[in-house]
């Protein structure tokens, strides 16, 4: 939610996030600057995707990715 994702697909994100990705990896998502300080509900999956390539790790990207399209169609 600290990244501006709604509560729902936070939360559903965030269960699928934590078995896949190393506590580093976390942690760069966690950093992403852009999205700090956004409101949650104000940014999309496709936007915290777009900027999740920022961090340039194939897997974030793949996690992320496969995440919010699951957690998107529930």
Sequence with gaps: ????????ISACMAD???DR???GQLDKLNGL???KKRKA???TINEFVR????LQDPE???VVTSSGIV???K
């Design 1 to 8: 939610m600290s990244a501006g994702l709604s509560a729902p």
């Design 71 to 73: 957690c998107a169609v």
């Design 41 to 43: 509900g104000d940014v």
């Design 21 to 23: 990705l190393s506590l």
């Design 51 to 54: 900027q999740t390539r920022a």
């Design 16 to 18: 699928r996030m934590v």
């Design 60 to 62: 974030i990207i793949g």
């Design 33 to 35: 600057g852009k999205l």
